[in-house]
């Protein structure tokens, strides 16, 4: 069965908030149009490769069953989150992940995050989150919500490290939280 790629819903506009966090570091966001799903697709298909490494399927198997979970993934995302913003995150003008960010308070909500192997582990997801962070304050939110895969140890350690408290864990995915308040608080201790 063919699941339809839905276009991504109208983005924001407002990617430039605070924008000088990320073009310190070589980063920019830009908004995500039907044009970036080969992309995207590229990197929903790395980001399960260790996963499905496990299985003995023949190539072109694992091919439909990617391209399968990754059109139900994207429908998903952009008719239950429509008023996110869908960012293609580039890095010194390339491609490197995406971001998908409800911001609605009193939580903003990390829809999705994940960047290519070659931009991990060079600060670019704590250049991301310090820019989320300083958009909550803008908009007078209180934090961010997300949810980290259980398997998936190297972003539980950047999320702990970037002050996100777990606030659930049964289940495939921990809820993590970062307050302003919390922050506040370590910032003067």
Not at 3 to 31: E, T
Not at 63 to 74: I, M, R, T
Not at 126 to 142: F, H, V, Y
């Amino acid at each position: 069965m063919q699941i339809p790629l839905l276009p991504f819903p109208a983005n924001r506009d407002d990617a430039d908030a605070c924008a000088h966090l990320l073009g310190a570091r070589g980063l920019s966001l830009r908004a995500a149009t039907l044009q970036d799903l080969p992309f995207m697709r590229h990197l929903f298909g790395l980001l399960r490769a260790d996963e499905l490494e496990r299985i003995p399927w023949p190539d072109n198997v694992r091919k439909q069953f990617l391209d399968d979970q990754f059109s139900l993934q994207h429908h998903h995302f952009v008719t239950h989150y429509a008023r996110a913003g869908f960012y293609v995150v580039e890095h010194e003008g390339n491609a490197a992940g995406r971001l998908y960010l409800l911001r609605e308070a009193p939580y903003f909500l990390i829809v999705d995050i994940a960047l290519l192997p070659d931009y991990r582990r060079r600060g670019l997801g704590g250049t991301l989150l310090a820019w989320i962070k300083a958009l909550t304050a803008e908009c007078s939110a209180d934090g961010i919500d997300l949810h980290v895969n259980q398997h998936n140890p190297d972003a539980q350690r950047l999320y702990a490290r970037e002050g996100f408290a777990v606030t659930q864990s049964d289940g495939p995915y921990i809820g993590m939280r970062w307050t302003r308040e919390a922050s506040r608080q370590l910032n003067t201790a």
